[in-house]
């Protein structure tokens, strides 16, 4: 699946266009959903879709607490 994000398009109607707008074109599955949510991840931190950054283990650290 390709997305293309299209930053000039834009339309400015009523609550009931839009709402009707966001009905028919919002993904329809969970993972659709994921998927994109990944692009758009991919695209706002400038890192490649089918290789993102790993984490950073070594910011994080665990404990015990003491019983």
Do not use: C, I, W
């Not at 609550?15 to 949510?37: K, V």
């Not at 950054?53 to 404990?63: H, I, V, Y």
């Amino acid at each position: 699946m390709s997305f293309r994000l299209d930053r000039t398009a834009f339309h400015a109607g009523t609550h009931e266009e839009n709402a009707r707008y966001h009905a028919q074109n919002q993904p329809a599955t969970m993972e659709e959903r994921l998927r994109a949510a990944a692009y758009l991840n991919s695209v706002a931190y400038g890192y490649d879709l089918t290789n993102p950054p790993r984490l950073d283990r070594t910011a994080f650290s665990t404990r015990k607490h003491n019983s």
